[in-house]
C-alpha cells in the first residue's frame, strides 16, 4: 500500500458542480495533513491545512477522518479557475518530522 | 517579496555532465527542501535542511549533494548527470517543521540526454 494515495482521475466536473476527493494515508502517527493545488507546469502552492475538527475556506472544505486514516476535499460551486491537480501531503508521523509525503495527485477539470 | 527564487529555469545536460540548481529564499526560514517531481508522479524528498550547517537526506538522495552555508541559500548539485535525473525540480521552504506549509519556487526543468 502507498504511503499516500489519491485518485488520480480526471474528475471532469461542470461549472457550478460539487466535487468532492479522498485521500489515503497508512501512517497511523501522521500529524499535518494539507491540501495543494499545482496548475499544470507549475509549482505547488498550498490551499488548506486540514485540522481534527473540519475547515472551511470559502467553497473549500477539508475534513479528516482518522478511524479511517483518510482526509477529503470537497469544492463547492466550481469555478473554471479550479481546474488543477489537487495534492494531498501527510507527514511521516515519524522522528524524522521534517519530511512530508506527497500523494501524486487527483486533476480536475471543470467544464462550461 | 521574491519568496523562493530557483535558478535556472531549464537546463540541458549531457550525460556525465554536472551542474548546480540554485535557490534562494527571503523569508528567514529555517527549513529548506529539494524535490523532484516526474511526470504524473507526487514530489519526492531529495534532501532538507533545519538550518545553516545541517543537511539530511530524504527518500531519493542518490546522485545529488547539497550544502547550506547560510540561512538562504541551498544549493542542488548534480554529479554525473544520468538520463534517470530528467525530471522537474523544486526547492520549498518553511518557517519550522512539517507542521508548517511549505512554499515553493517555480522549478526547473532539467533534461539529461
Known amino acids: 500500500r502507498k504511503e499516500v494515495e489519491q485518485d488520480p482521475g480526471p474528475f471532469n466536473v461542470p461549472e457550478g458542480a460539487t466535487v468532492a476527493f479522498n485521500c489515503t494515508y497508512s501512517n497511523s502517527a501522521s500529524q499535518s495533513f494539507f491540501w495543494y493545488r499545482q496548475d499544470c507546469r507549475k509549482e505547488p502552492k498550498l490551499l488548506m491545512s486540514v485540522y481534527s475538527s473540519g475547515n472551511e475556506d470559502g467553497r473549500f472544505t477539508a475534513q479528516l477522518n482518522r478511524a479511517s486514516q483518510y482526509i477529503s476535499l470537497l469544492i463547492r460551486d466550481s469555478k473554471l479557475s479550479d481546474s488543477a491537480t489537487y495534492l494531498c501531503v501527510v507527514n511521516t508521523g515519524m522522528d524524522s518530522n521534517y519530511q512530508l509525503i506527497w500523494g501524486a495527485g487527483t486533476k480536475l477539470i471543470i467544464k462550461p | 517579496n521574491a519568496g523562493v527564487t530557483q535558478t535556472p529555469k531549464f537546463r540541458i545536460l549531457k550525460i556525465g555532465q554536472s551542474m548546480t540548481l540554485q535557490c534562494t529564499q527571503d523569508m528567514n526560514h529555517n527549513y529548506m527542501y529539494w524535490y523532484r517531481q516526474d511526470p504524473g508522479m507526487g514530489l519526492k524528498l531529495i534532501y532538507y535542511s533545519v538550518g545553516a550547517g545541517i543537511t539530511d537526506k530524504g527518500e531519493v538522495p542518490n546522485g545529488y549533494n547539497v550544502s547550506r552555508s547560510t540561512t538562504e541559500d541551498f544549493p542542488l548539485r548534480l554529479e554525473l548527470a544520468a538520463p534517470s535525473q530528467t525530471s522537474v525540480y523544486f526547492c520549498?521552504?518553511?518557517?519550522?517543521?512539517?507542521?508548517?506549509?511549505?512554499?515553493f519556487g517555480d522549478g526547473t526543468r532539467l533534461s539529461i540526454l
Open positions: 520549498a521552504s518553511s518557517r519550522t517543521g512539517n507542521y508548517q506549509p511549505q512554499h
